[in-house]
Structures are given as C-alpha cells and as structure tokens.
C-alpha cells in the first residue's frame, strides 16, 4: 500500500509543472495569433491615438515578461479577466459554459459505454458470430460519419420528420426555467431541487447531441474492449479457472473483464479527451452553449483572456482526468505503484 | 480409473483440419503416476485438456473414448463437467505466475474454487482458503492469503495453484510441465511437494513433460508421445535404460546427463569425431572486481558483487546459478551492454569498463564480442529475413556490400547447417532448431573470439538442443572462440565447458575446472544444485 500511496502522490505532484507549462504556452500562443488585439477592440473607426490607448489599457504595450508576470498574478487571484467581445469576466461565462460541456460529454460516453463494453464483451465471446459483425458494423459506422452529420440526420429524422424530438436549440427549452444553480449540470440541478418535468425537459435536449457524440465515440471504446477481452480470455489464468471449474460467469466477469478493462480504462481517458476537444461540432449543430463554440468565438475576434481561459481550463480538465484514469488504474491493479508494472 | 480409447484430436485452422493427437489409449489405475513425455507439437497437452473438456473454441474430439470413474468425459454435459473439473480432476501449469490472476488475491482465487464446489460458504471461506495455503506448506499462510501473483516468487505461484487445484481434494492431479520456468532447486521443491501431497490423498497423477529425467524420477510408468500418437510405453527405469522404439532411443540419447560426451546426444549414426578445441595460456577477458548496484526503492540493490574470474583464449566458462543470482547481469556487462558500477573488464589488456555501453556499439571491439540470445523466436526482428538477420552486424561492422555480403552470408549459413533456400524465409517459417541457427549465425557473422551464450538452448526441445550443442562445439573448434556459457542446466554445462563459475546473491561461491566443481563438489550450494538436478538413468549400451 505504501507504494501505491507515494506513487499516487507522485502522480499528482506531475501534474503542477505540466500546468505551469500549459500556463506558459497558452500565454504565448494567444501572443502569436495573428491580428492586433488593441485595433480590433478600437474598431474600425479608431485612429492611431485610440488604438494605442487601447493597447496601453490592456497592458499590451508592456515587454512579454511583464505581461505574463501579471498574468499570473491575475490568475493567483482567480482572475481570467475579461472578455472583450462580450464584455463578461472569463470565468463566470466559463462557469456558466463549462458544465454544458461536461454534462453533453459525459452524458454520451455513458451512453456510448453502456452500449460498447457490452457489445464489445458479447463480440469477443463469440468471434465470427452476428454479434461480433453486428459490432463490426456499427463500428464502422461510427467512426466514418462525421458527428456534424449524423447529427443534422438525427435532427432531420427525429424533429423534423418525426416530431418526436424537441427543437435543438440549446440546454432547455424555452418553455422551462433553468433549474436553480448547484452544480451547473443541469439533470443534476433539476433533480436536486426535485423538478421532474424541467428534469425531462433537459434530458430530452440532451438525447440527440448525446446520441451523436455517442456514435462517435463508440468506435474505440467497442473495439478496445473486444481486444481486450480476446486477449484477457486467451490469457494462461482463464484456462486456470476453467480447469479449475468454475462457472462461466465467474470466469468472465470476475477473471477476464477486469483484466480487460485496464486497457479499456485508458481508452476512456483518451477518448473523453478528445471528445471534449471536438465535441464543437455538435455544440454548432445543437446551438449547445458549450465551452467549444465559446472559445471558437473568442478566437475569431482575438478575445485575448477568453482564449487563454479556455486553454487553461482544458488543460487543467485534461491533468484532472489523467489523474482520474491513474487513480481508477490504482484501484483496478494492485500492481500500479510497483515495480511489476 | 482413467480410460481412453482410441482418443482424437483435432483443430480447425485456417489451412483444414490439423489432427494433434491421433488415436492413443491409455488407462490410469487408483494412486498410479503415469508420465506423458514427448517433444513440443506432440499432443501431450492437448490429451489433458481433451480430458478437462477445456481445448480452445476451433478444438474438438473427433473420435475415441476417455471414461473417468464410469463417467463418460466426452458426453458429460458442459454443467457436469463443471463439477468434475477442480473437484474430481484438478490440472496445474506452466509458468504457474500467468497462470493466475494478475489482479486478484491468491486467496480469493483459491476461495473461488472452494465456493465453487460448494466446499466452503462465506463465512469459512476464508479459514478454508488459507488452509489450503498451508496443505502446500506456504509459510504465514495467514500473510499470503491477502498477497497478488506479482508479488509472490514463482516456485510460491506455483504451490499456490497447487493450493488452488488441491482445495477441493480431487482424485486426478494433471500437471503440465509443472516447472518450466522454475529454477531447478525451486522445480525439485515444488516436484516433492506435489509427489508428497499426491501419494498422501491416494491421488493419481498425469506428470506431463519434456524431461526424461523428471519423468523418470516421479512417475510409475511412462508413456512416450510423438506426432500425437504413442509410440511406447512402460516402467521408466526400463523404458529409458532399454528403449525399444527408435523415437524414445533418440529422446534418451538427446537428454543431457552424467558422465555423457556432447557427440553421445545425438543419434548413433550422426555421431562424427569432435575435433579438439585448444585452450591457450592467454587470457582473453580478465574480470577483475566487478560490481553492479541498483538504487531501489529500499536501499542499494547488490546485483552483482566483486566478481572477478578470467576467460582464457578458447576457453569455455560456464556460468551457472538460479534466477536472481546476478548470471544474466554479469552477461549484460560482459558483452558490454550494462554499464558496471565498479571494476574492470580486461579484454586483452584494454579496459572495456572505462567504454559507456552506449559508445561500444560504434567501437571496432563491439563486432569481437557477440552474444546469443536465450529466445531465438524473441531475438529475431520478425519482419526481416533470415539473411537481413545475418546481413545486419556485417552491415554495420565491416565494408563488405553487395555481392561479397550476400557470399559471406551463405557461408555463414553453411557454417551453422542453415540450408541455403531457408535464408529468404522469415522467423515465423521457420522451426525452433533454424531459428537457433540463424542467431548462432549472426552471432558469429563478425568473427568474435568471444561469444557469450545466454542459454541459448533453454527454449529448444532436446533433440534440438543436442544438435544446437554439437553445432557450438563444432563452431568453437573450427573458429578458436571463447565462450561464456550462461545456463541453469548443469548438465548441458558439464558436457560443453572446460571451467565453471557457481553464482549465487551476486557473488561467486565456487569456481574451478568443470570435472573438480561438478564430479567432486565442495561448496554446498553446488551439491545442492547438482542433487536438484534430475537424472536419466543411463541407457545400456545394447540398443
């Protein structure tokens, strides 16, 4: 246990300087990006005067170093500052954005697990069966449509078509009031103040966009898990257990599945990463007020802070779910921490 | 007990059907410890999980009879068999680490089977479990019952899959080339104790294996299996002193033992005069105070410690010692790709230890010492040929291009008996015996004078391994190299080398000319390895 705890607090001190780099980096890029900040918020009427005492009031006149050495000062006290476009301080509108975000992606990767990892486990117990090519279908199926456009399908089918879904527009529609804010997921708000009907309500928008990115991601996850088991099943401890007689589902689910899913775990993480990353697209199609097409905004108009907010919250959301993946590792396998792994 | 009758066995592969075994039968009476021998690809294995029901998915039995106490264990229903396995027939591995659960609880695996057959509820499963630790004599049973695969030795994996397939007190123990993979002290521990516990419960038993001499020591009677058929069978002392079938005649001759020249492994009529190889008074490789330290987690590890022995001109040392005794890091450093913590490394009077591991690879010296790897299938890159495998160290090491490489490359093939159409084949075409040629080939493409052997024949079956020695000796002779041969099988080291270094704990504990240290041993540590070692009975002369 005590390599396990030194390398869990190891893990973690990792993720500091990984940070402090994003930190870095994002401050730099934000400086490269094409364009003139200070004449873009003078707008197209300004004259050198009025864009220089822009510059001088954004501090953009000052050397790099003293611009990052305030930048971190502002970030010490939880300022992301604040965006030009729009005029609102980062992180409140991060605040307000960020958990649409998370609740679309989370929502589709349990969907798209719950439909994966079972399908993936049926396919692998019975190789060249309908299962295993039913699983091979959807997979590529998954992977090859784009989730701009399976989702307008979704939307031409399931709202225009049939009627039975609501409009894509947004979280909620307008006919319900936003939940009272607790954790900014709004299934979870709604079910806390025990308002079922704003409840149905959210999940209803929810299920097209879900579905969508669920699609997506259903490709790796499927796959991983059939290999994973395959290989689990084959392994010298499985043909221990048969011999040693136990019943089929002890040997599947107690042997090989755990086994299995350590690659799966990972898979996860890595697809959850991207998922965040791409997940634009659907937040376009779905008029979602999602973190993704915030900061594509922000970057068409050179929105300095909003930007680099976005990086930042990326990246510490991508060091919290590696660190989330490692510690699900440490709980899986007894081995993580030592030298045997 | 046990009958089979004209049993069958085949497999769908993508090439038709491939019967493994082809019709044998035997019986097995109460408390009997019968002994299936036979080289890789003969369908020992594949009989016992016939008989567990447990071949893989395209496996099948095609025909025959197997009965086991008037059950009939090609009709029992899936669910019945379920009973029988672990209850009735309990079935232990190779390589007993894979063989459990990496992420489990060795208690809880053995709780499984326990509850599994209804021996054990959930209240004394855990009482139960660990006495099943303590029936294979694991010491603070209590301790181990919370312990994971990893973190247990092999021999102590192995006892626990013992525990596992005893737990249940069955009536048939099958074992599957129960110590491969264990060192040979560890493989005579664990032997006992299974031979112990078997005869104890009134238990039979099915030893499968490739060794003669284990088989010969623990089983009553031996059947001996080639192609899938069984070519002879009988008691062992008279099957392996007096064999009649010319398979079991060429499997004894193959197996290493006492007092047996290299020439004598290999069948009568192959038997060629080996030419002499002269030792000279020159030292070739002097080690003087080597010493390798890890930095672990608790404190410096002591890997090696202070070693120092010296490799004449044409000598062969051999080096011998269990897993964890420094032999393979000690080999590491020789053939310079570890770097030594302290001492030195005189090769003809330069110190190669002053050289980082790192820069030997471009030093002239690097195509002088060359090493054979223990797996020759691991040891090649897959995706190239047998001639780019050789072609490489001459490509890096010498100017020889085009025409006069593709020539030194057959003559390299000719040298090690490698036929010359078999060079444009890849790895995965060839057999394990061609495999082992082209890395002795390669080994040798540079002309070395030293040559470290990590048990180069460790994965071979014994026939092969008979010729792969021969082809050694052959090559040291003809090329006046030296070795260093790393092994565990003191037998194979006693036919091949001229001196012998014990290792144990990183240090040596004996050393000296290979008669003095194996016929008359002094230290202790190598008594004890030369008694773990079992022994053939050694065949009359009349054939």
Same mark, same amino acid.
């Given at each position: 246990m005590g390599a396990r705890g030194t390398a869990i607090g190891l893990r973690i001190a990792q993720a500091i300087p990984v940070l402090f780099g994003v930190i870095v980096i994002s401050f730099l890029l934000t400086r490269a990006l094409p364009g003139d900040p200070a004449a873009q918020f003078a707008g197209a009427m300004a004259t050198e005067e009025s864009?220089?005492?822009?510059?001088?009031s954004l501090g953009l006149d000052?050397?790099?170093?003293?611009?990052?050495?305030?930048?971190?000062?502002?970030?010490?006290?939880?300022?992301?500052?604040?965006s030009v476009s729009t005029g609102q301080p980062v992180i409140e509108e991060l605040a307000s954005r960020l958990p649409a975000s998370l609740e679309l992606t989370l929502f589709a990767l349990i969907l798209s697990c719950a439909v994966a990892i079972p399908l993936g486990v049926l396919a692998a117990t019975r190789p060249g069966s309908w299962v295993d090519q039913l699983c091979r279908l959807l997979v590529t199926a998954g992977v090859s449509l784009p989730t701009f456009f399976t989702g307008i399908v979704l939307v031409y089918v399931f709202y225009y078509l049939?009627?039975?879904?609501?409009?894509?527009?947004?979280?909620?529609?307008?006919?319900?009031?936003?939940?009272?804010?607790?954790?900014?997921?709004?299934?979870?708000?709604?079910?806390?103040?025990?308002?079922?009907?704003?409840?149905?309500?959210?999940?209803?928008?929810?299920?097209?966009?879900?579905?969508?990115?669920?699609?997506?991601?259903?490709?790796?996850?499927?796959?991983?898990?059939?290999?994973?088991?395959?290989?689990?099943?084959?392994?010298?401890?499985?043909?221990?257990?048969?011999?040693?007689?136990?019943?089929?589902?002890?040997?599947?689910?107690?042997y090989a599945f755990r086994n299995a899913l350590l690659p799966v775990v990972t898979t996860l993480g890595m697809v959850f990463s991207f998922v965040l990353g791409a997940n634009v697209l659907v937040e376009k199609v779905f008029a979602w007020p999602g973190i993704g097409s915030y900061a594509v905004e922000a970057l068409v108009v050179s929105d300095y802070a909003a930007v680099q907010g976005f990086v930042l919250s990326m990246a510490l959301l991508f060091v919290l779910l590696n660190l989330i993946i490692d510690l699900a590792y440490s709980v899986i396998d007894p081995r993580f921490g030592t030298s045997a792994k | 007990m046990l009958s089979i009758k004209d049993l069958q066995v085949a497999f769908r592969t993508r090439k038709g059907e491939v019967s493994a075994v082809r019709g044998i039968s035997f019986e097995l009476a109460r408390g009997e410890r019968l002994g299936i021998v036979g080289e890789s690809g003969s369908g020992k294995s594949v009989t016992s999980y016939a008989l567990m029901r447990i071949l893989d998915a395209n496996g099948r039995i095609k025909a025959g009879d197997a009965v086991y106490s008037g059950i009939d264990l090609r009709k029992a229903a899936e669910r019945d068999m379920r009973d029988l396995r672990g209850r009735e027939i309990s079935m232990i591995f190779q390589n007993p680490r894979a063989a459990l659960n990496p992420i489990r609880k060795v208690g809880h695996q053995i709780e499984d089977v326990l509850r599994q057959h209804a021996r054990a509820t959930r209240q004394d499963a855990r009482q139960k479990a660990i006495a099943a630790l303590e029936a294979?004599?694991?010491?603070?049973?209590?301790?181990?019952?919370?312990?994971?695969?990893?973190?247990?030795?092999?021999?102590?994996?192995?006892?626990?899959?013992?525990?596992?397939?005893?737990?249940?007190?069955?009536?048939?123990?099958?074992m599957d080339e129960p110590t491969t993979g264990l060192d040979i002290t560890t493989q005579k521990a664990v032997m006992d104790l299974v031979d112990e516990l078997v005869t104890a419960r009134g238990m039979s038993s099915i030893l499968i294996t490739?060794?003669?001499?284990?088989?010969?020591?623990?089983?009553?009677?031996?059947?001996?299996?080639?192609? *899938?058929?069984?070519? !002879?069978? @009988?008691?062992?002392?008279?099957?392996? +002193? =007096?064999?009649?079938?010319?398979?079991?005649?060429?499997?004894?001759?193959?197996t290493p033992r006492r007092g047996v020249t290299i020439r004598e492994l290999l069948p009568q009529e192959e038997r060629r005069p080996l030419a002499p190889h002269v030792v000279?008074?020159?030292?070739?490789?002097?080690?003087?105070?080597?010493?390798?330290?890890?930095?672990?987690?608790?404190?410096?590890?002591?890997?090696?410690?202070?070693?120092?022995?010296?490799?004449?001109?044409?000598?062969?040392? *051999?080096?011998?010692? !269990?897993? @964890?005794?420094?032999?393979?890091?000690? +080999? =590491?450093?020789?053939?310079?790709?570890?770097?030594?913590?302290?001492?030195?490394?005189?090769?003809?009077g330069e110190d190669l230890a002053q050289m980082p591991a790192a820069d030997f690879a471009r030093n002239p010296l690097r195509g002088k010492i060359q090493m054979v790897f223990q797996d020759a299938t691991d040891s090649l890159n897959p995706r190239h040929t047998s001639?780019?495998?050789?072609?490489?160290?001459?490509?890096?090491?010498?100017?020889?291009?085009?025409?006069a490489l593709a020539a030194r490359v057959e003559e390299l093939a000719s040298v090690t008996g490698l036929p010359e159409h078999l060079l444009d084949r890849f790895p995965h075409q060839l057999s394990g015996g061609q495999k082992a040629r082209v890395g002795i080939a390669r080994a040798i493409a540079t002309e070395p004078d030293f040559l470290i052997l990590d048990e180069p024949t460790a994965a071979l079956d014994v026939s092969i391994q008979a010729v792969?020695?021969?082809?050694?000796?052959?090559?040291?002779?003809?090329?006046?190299?030296?070795?260093?041969?790393?092994?565990?099988?003191?037998?194979?080291?006693?036919?091949?080398?001229?001196?012998?270094?014990?290792?144990?704990?990183?240090?040596?504990?004996?050393?000296?000319?290979?008669?003095?240290?194996?016929?008359?041993?002094?230290?202790?540590?190598?008594?004890?390895?030369?008694e773990a070692a079992p022994q053939v009975p050694i065949p009359t002369a009349a054939a």
């Open positions: 864009i220089e005492q822009v510059r001088t000052k050397p790099l170093v003293t611009q990052f050495g305030l930048y971190l000062g502002q970030l010490a006290r939880g300022d992301l500052g604040q049939l009627g039975i879904a609501p409009s894509p527009l947004g979280r909620l529609d307008f006919i319900y009031l936003d939940p009272p804010h607790v954790t900014g997921f709004f299934l979870i708000d709604a079910a806390l103040a025990g308002d079922w009907e704003t409840w149905f309500g959210a999940l209803k928008q929810l299920i097209l966009p879900g579905l969508t990115l669920a699609l997506f991601t259903l490709a790796p996850i499927a796959r991983m898990t059939r290999a994973a088991m395959l290989s689990a099943l084959s392994a010298d401890y499985v043909r221990t257990a048969r011999a040693a007689g136990l019943a089929p589902r002890k040997v599947l689910y107690g | 294979v004599k694991i010491r603070d049973a209590e301790a181990r019952y919370d312990a994971y695969p990893f973190e247990l030795s092999g021999g102590m994996c192995q006892r626990v899959v013992c525990a596992i397939a005893l737990a249940c007190d069955p009536k048939l123990m099958i490739h060794d003669l001499g284990l088989a010969s020591e623990y089983c009553d009677r031996i059947v001996v299996m080639k192609d *899938g058929q069984i070519v !002879e069978e @009988g008691a062992p002392q008279l099957l392996l +002193s =007096a064999p009649q079938h010319p398979y079991t005649r060429k499997l004894v001759d193959a000279a008074e020159t030292p070739l490789l002097e080690v003087r105070n080597l010493t390798k330290t890890y930095q672990g987690k608790s404190g410096p590890v002591h890997a090696v410690r202070d070693i120092s022995f010296t490799i004449r001109e044409g000598q062969s040392v *051999g080096l011998v010692g !269990e897993s @964890g005794c420094g032999k393979s890091t000690t +080999s =590491a450093m020789l053939v310079r790709l570890l770097d030594p913590t302290s001492g030195q490394l005189l090769y003809r001639r780019q495998s050789i072609a490489e160290p001459l490509k890096r090491m010498t100017d020889l291009r085009g025409a792969a020695l021969n082809l050694l000796a052959d090559l040291r002779a003809r090329l006046g190299m030296s070795y260093l041969f790393v092994s565990h099988d003191l037998n194979v080291v006693r036919m091949l080398c001229d001196h012998v270094i014990v290792m144990k704990g990183g240090e040596i504990v004996d050393a000296g000319p290979v008669e003095q240290v194996m016929d008359s041993p002094s230290h202790p540590y190598t008594r004890e390895l030369l």
